[in-house]
T-cell receptor, first 114, second 112 residues
Framework: NAGVTQTPKFQVLKTGQSMTLQCAQDMNHNSMYWYRQDPGMGLRLIYYSASEGTTDKGEVPNGYNVSRLNKREFSLRLESAAPSQTSVYFC?????????????FGPGTRLTVT | TQLLEQSPQFLSIQEGENLTVYCNSSSVFSSLQWYRQEPGEGPVLLVTVVTGGEVKKLKRLTFQFGDARKDSSLHITAAQPGDTGLYLCAGDNTGTASKLTFGTGTRLQVTL
């Protein structure tokens, strides 16, 4: 089982460039999430998708868009990258709604915007 | 925005010592989770606590959920180098885990 996979692992962008971060899970989970992690700030939710066909904003959605392509895949797009978006991005999935849920995380994408 | 403050932010101890990490909020959570994250990897769930006052043990790790479900603690007995990592608490107030609020994190280093 691969669990949650993310591509790419590293990326350097120039200000104004665009890119899409890809995420896929093979656990048949309904819910998927995108977080960013910055030093001293824990993980902050960017967007989430409670089920296929739905997406909702999290705590820090500005500058990002998402697409829930199907049940397995959830992508995050930066249309015009800014230095403030330099961060480590994590995708996660879960079978939300159960009393003992767990979020499973991918290995992360380290993004630098210069 | 609900905040979960963790303390201490950094902790460096020697093997064999005991330690406690705290996770505090002014908000009530229906459940709270603790994750551990190692360098270059995503967080991995350690435990979920759902009842006020609940205590759960995982080998040398003891987790407690506050009576009012606003705070939690993680106590490690006889720390080992393998305990090194970033510890994150995460609270859910939806009851369905549709949105978790993560704490600021405690970075623990255990040396020989």
């Amino acid at each position: 089982n691969a669990g949650v996979t993310q591509t790419p692992k590293f990326q350097v962008l120039k200000t104004g460039q665009s890119m899409t971060l890809q995420c896929a899970q093979d656990m048949n989970h309904n819910s998927m999430y995108w977080y960013r992690q910055d030093p001293g700030m824990g993980l902050r939710l960017i967007y989430y998708s409670a089920s296929e066909g739905t997406t909702d904003k999290g705590e820090v959605p500005n500058g990002y868009n998402v697409s829930r392509l199907n049940k397995r895949e959830f992508s995050l797009r930066l249309e015009s990258a800014a230095p403030s978006q330099t961060s480590v991005y994590f995708c996660a999935s879960s079978e939300a709604g159960q009393s003992s849920y767990e979020q499973y995380f991918g290995p992360g994408t380290r993004l630098t915007v210069t | 925005t609900q905040l979960l403050e963790q303390s201490p932010q950094f902790l460096s101890i020697q093997e064999g010592e005991n330690l406690t990490v705290y996770c505090n909020s002014s908000s009530v959570f229906s459940s709270l989770q603790w994750y551990r994250q190692e360098p270059g990897e995503g967080p991995v769930l350690l435990v979920t606590v759902v009842t006020g006052g609940e205590v759960k043990k995982l080998k040398r790790l003891t987790f407690q959920f506050g009576d009012a479900r606003k705070d939690s603690s993680l106590h490690i007995t006889a720390a080992q180098p393998g305990d090194t990592g970033l510890y994150l608490c995460a609270g859910d107030n939806t009851g369905t885990a549709s949105k978790l609020t993560f704490g600021t994190g405690t970075r623990l280093q255990v040396t020989l």
